[in-house]
Every structure is written in C-alpha cells, then in structure tokens.
C-alpha cells in the first residue's frame, strides 16, 4: 500500500483541519504562568507541545495563537515563592507603604504653617476638583481649622489602609498622587517641606515623657534610652527629607508594579541609600532602624505578588500580537498578596481596551483574604503574629488571629467589592471582567460570612433612610463618620450580589437581601434629640453608639471544624524552620 502524500492532511477541509488543530492545543486546565521562569505551562509544569505548527508555513500561518485562544490562561499565587521573589515582594511592600505615608504627611504638613498655604492655589483646587469631583466636598475643608490635618492624615491610616470616605482606597491614592503632583509641579514645595524637616531635625526634642518606666531606671539608663530614642528620630528624619526629595511621591510606583532588580536599587538610590546597601539580588534590607526588624520578617514569611500583578506583568512582556491572541484569563488569587491586591486590576485595564476579545475572571479566596493580614499590619507585625500563633494552643491561635469582630470581615470585604465596583468608571469595557468570591475550602460558613456583609450594608442604609426621615442633610463629614459606613457603592453592590444582577458573584449561597425594616425597628426610638451629647455631637451619633454594641463588638464565631482550620490556613504563610541534622 503506498504511504500517504505529505500533502494528505492539508487536502482535508479547512473546517475539519481546525477541528483537529482545536484538539492537538487544547489542555483541560488550561495554561499557566510561571513568574519564577516568565514562561507560560501546560499543567504539571509540562512544556507546551506546538511541534505540529513547525511542519511547514501554511500549518502554522493556520494555527497562529489558537493555543492562546483555545485555552484558559491562569496566574496563580499558590505557587510557593522562590526565596528572591519573596524578598522582593517584601521589600517592595514596605517601599510603597512608605511611600503612601510619606504622601499623607506630606499634604498634612500643608497645615502646619501658614508659609505652605501659598502652593494651594485657585488652579490647583480647580484641576483637583475636576479630576477627582467624589471628593470635591472633602477638598473644600481641606483648610478648615477642625478637619485639616484629619481629613488627610488620619483618613489614610497607617500604611494608606485607613478609611477613604466611602470611595475605593485606589482612588483615595490617586487622589494623594495627584495633589502632590500639582503642588509640586513648577514649584519648590517638595524641598521647601524637605527642608523644613531638615529644621526640625536639628531642634529635635526629647520627650521625657516616652518611657513609661523611666522613673525607676537609674541615670544611665535613662541616657541610653534618650541616646536610641533620638538616633532613631534622626534616622527617620533622614529618610523622610531623601523620600520627600526623591519624587517617589509624584511619581512612585504603581501597586501592581513586579520591579526588577535594577529598579528596585533605583528606588534605594533616590532614597539616599548606596548602591553597595541595596545590592546583589534584594539578599538584604538596607539595615537602617525602622528596616532592620522588617528584614528579618523576609526570612519568616512566603510574601507574594498577586495573581494580577503577574498577568500585568505577562502582557507587559510579550508583543501586542500575542496579547491580543488571548482570550480568557482566569485570576486565582488563593493566598496573600503584597501592595493592595484587591486595586490591582486596574493595571488590566489598557490591555481589555486593546483586546475587547479578552475576558478576566478574578478568583478571591475570602478564608485566606477576609481573614489573613490585616490592613495595618507592617511585614515585621504580621509575621511575628503568626511566628506567634504557631507556638499556641488552638484557642489561643483563634484569638490571636481568628477572632474577628463583624464589622473588620465587613470591611474588608467591602474593600474588595468597591475597588471591583469602580473598575467601569475607571475604564474597564463591559463584559471584560469578573469577579468570583470563593468560599473554599467551607461553602456553608462562607454564607455565614456574607451575612455579616449584608447586615454591615443594612446599618448603613439604616441610617441614610433615618436622615431622610427626620429631614436632616448631614455634610460629608457627618454622613461618613462612624465605622459603620462602608462605602457609597458597597450597600448596592451587595444587593445586586444577591440578585444576580452583578459582574461579581459567589460560589456559595447569597440567600435573601438584606433586612433594611429589622434594622430600622431596632432603632426606631432615637430622634434628632437624641443624637448628641457631652462626647458627641453630630447627627446620627446614637446610631453609632448602637452600633458599636449591636455590631463592631460583635464576635465572628464560626462552628468547628473553621476555628482550627482558619488558623492553619493562615500558617501557610509561615515558612517552617529547617532542622539541623545533628538534631534531627
């Protein structure tokens, strides 16, 4: 019998040439990328077979980008960190917390002296107000003696995770950024501050006050102790002129940035600190006082990049033309990330934009999210808790880690769900994204979770619908002020979640929206006289009261086998120490 033409299986229909490319490239769990490597994988870390499409030019004009288009491709932050990338990722979340605190002292400093209030002119209000119009009524008490330096310090919180007055945290950033970009653009104002804390510096006082015990030392160590207390001052001080000089303020770092070597050492560099200090390879901290505890904290914990920041960083990588042969993006973020993970979709933005082919689904744990480091803990604090809870009972690992009041699992899914709310307005095409919060590995408990969420957006509603009654019109301010208000969007969002009227959704059971006439009863006495007294005194101040007792006091206590497992969950993180083998 003669053996086949070569010609033979391109002499099938085009149709059924498809059919057959379609099954050689598919892979049921689609592609995965390694961030390690850069490279893409078929499951199992295998390489992927394409050897069909080098058999001659038509076949592979023919097959161009079916892989991508014919497979999921999936970026993941399960995969254990490899000892550089977990130092970076480290590293670069302590520079953006920095970097976000120096901005918020920096707009703060604005109040301290009158000499500062000549950079905040009529054109900087109005380019402020027209980029960022959400916070025009925050904007316009910027100056007032009562709320200034509040409005700008406090809100942000430690590290920029504080409050953001009912909008995303992203945009409460932006916000920051773009004011310090302006006040500073054809101005001296980042060194005019600069050198003012360099003044400062130079009259540093002591405080003799700072040590609760200083009575009982003896004389030296009382000067000890003002020797370390002032060294550490002056070192603070010094980072915070290099900080404020660098133009780290204007123009740092996005939060979904993966940096590379070179860019990190370029950072250190603006910062004041030697090439020598930073290099090779991210091995160490630059030992100043505030860094050297948080070095340590690299070697304790598997920090990560986001599954986000490594798809940025994958489209960023590859050529427009691959870019735009994918079709589908499947987000796993399974474990703890670094730098604000539930903003970073929006650095995927531009590439829906250029492919309206591309769809992105994001998969947030909410074990592993709602319940993992919180939003003001530093790297060194959140690993010395779990180096901590690692030694401990199993109570005393639930209250060290688990014990959650209501109102922070509220909060901390409200961040997730507003930054994923605001991605339309920021620019993000319809249809192109998703959002899937997961409640592996305890469905039934993860609708426990979500109930906590729909009373939070209840209370909130509650009392909007309490000002509309008693014909009040609270000021910005007023309406945000007390724990309970989420954010402007969050109570929506929740009941369009329950109603499947959402491009965010649940693999568990929503159940019902939330009772808005339940929580409205329960408070049905209170009136505008009852709304302040000798502490409080703005409108609605009952309600935050009752709020405090009913809600924030409120103690998210799941049934067995979750207290156990939340806190093995969170131990994942914790990298076990290596056995000596003269010990073992």
Not at 483 to 489: A, D, E, I
Request: aromatic share 10%; proline share 5%; hydrophobic share 35%.
């Amino acid at each position: 019998m003669p053996s086949p033409s070569p010609s033979s299986f391109l002499s099938l229909p085009r149709e059924l040439r498809d059919a057959i490319y379609q099954y050689y490239v598919f892979e049921p769990d689609g592609y995965h990328f390694d961030l390690a490597s850069g490279k893409v994988r078929a499951s199992g870390n295998r390489p992927i077979n394409l050897a069909l499409m080098y058999t001659c030019t038509l076949v592979a004009a023919e097959m161009h980008h079916l892989a991508l288009q014919s497979n999921v491709l999936n970026f993941s932050t399960s995969v254990t960190p490899s000892a550089i990338e977990r130092k970076k990722a480290a590293h670069f979340d302590i520079i953006f917390a920095r970097i976000e605190s120096g901005r918020a002292d920096a707009l703060a400093s604005l109040k301290l002296d009158p000499t500062f209030h000549r950079y905040k002119t009529p054109d900087v209000d109005s380019k402020v107000a027209l980029a960022y119009p959400q916070f025009e009524s925050l904007l316009c008490q910027l100056y007032d003696v009562k709320w200034s330096r509040h409005l700008i310090s406090a809100a942000v919180g430690k590290g920029g995770r504080g409050s953001s007055w009912g909008e995303a945290d992203s945009a409460f950033r932006a916000l920051q950024r773009y004011m310090i970009e302006l006040l500073s653009r054809d101005s001296d104002f980042p060194e005019t501050l600069a050198s003012f804390n360099d003044y400062l510096l130079r009259h540093l006082p002591y405080d003799p006050d700072l040590y609760a015990f200083e009575e009982v030392w003896d004389a030296e160590e009382r000067a000890r102790c003002k020797k370390a207390y002032l060294e550490e001052q002056q070192q603070y001080g010094r980072e915070k002129s290099s900080l404020l000089r660098s133009g780290l303020l204007q123009s740092g770092p996005e939060a979904w940035l993966i940096p590379s070597e070179d860019e990190l050492i370029e950072i250190h560099t603006s910062l004041g600190l030697s090439y020598r200090q930073c290099a090779p390879a991210i091995l160490d901290l630059p030992q100043s006082s505030s860094s050297a505890a948080e070095s340590e904290a690299w070697e304790r914990v598997h920090w990560r990049f986001s599954a986000a920041a490594a798809a940025i960083y994958f489209f960023k990588s590859v050529s427009q033309s691959t870019r735009l042969g994918v079709r589908r993006v499947v987000l796993h973020e399974e474990r703890r990330s670094v730098a604000h993970p539930e903003s970073h979709v929006l650095g995927l933005i531009p590439f829906c934009l250029q492919n309206p082919q591309l769809h992105i689904e994001r998969r947030v744990n909410i074990w592993r999210m709602l319940f993992g480091r919180r939003f003001d803990e530093s790297v060194d604090e959140y690993a010395d808790r779990l180096e901590t809870m690692s030694g401990g009972s199993e109570s005393y690992r639930w209250d060290l880690h688990d014990k959650h009041c209501a109102h922070q699992i509220g909060r901390n899914c409200c961040r997730w769900i507003t930054e994923a709310s605001a991605l339309p307005a920021n620019g993000m095409p319809a249809d192109s994204f998703s959002l899937v919060l997961d409640g592996d590995p305890a469905p039934d408990q993860s609708s426990e979770v979500f109930e906590i969420c729909k009373e939070e957006a209840a209370w909130q509603v509650a009392q909007g619908q309490w000002y509309t009654d008693q014909s009040l019109s609270p000021g910005f301010i007023a309406k945000r002020t007390g724990g309970f208000y989420m954010s402007k969007v969050f109570p929506q969002a929740i009941n369009d979640i329950v109603e499947g009227k959402s491009f965010i959704s649940c693999n568990f059971s929503t159940g019902k929206p939330y009772d808005l006439k339940r929580v409205l009863d329960s408070n049905s006495h209170f009136t505008h006289d009852s709304q302040t007294d000798a502490r409080i005194s703005f409108p609605g101040a009952s309600w935050v009261r009752a709020w405090v007792i009913q809600r924030h006091d409120n103690r998210f206590r799941p049934s067995p086998p979750l207290p156990a497992l939340l806190a093995d969950l969170a131990l994942e993180d914790l990298i076990a120490e290596e056995k000596d083998d003269d010990n073992a």
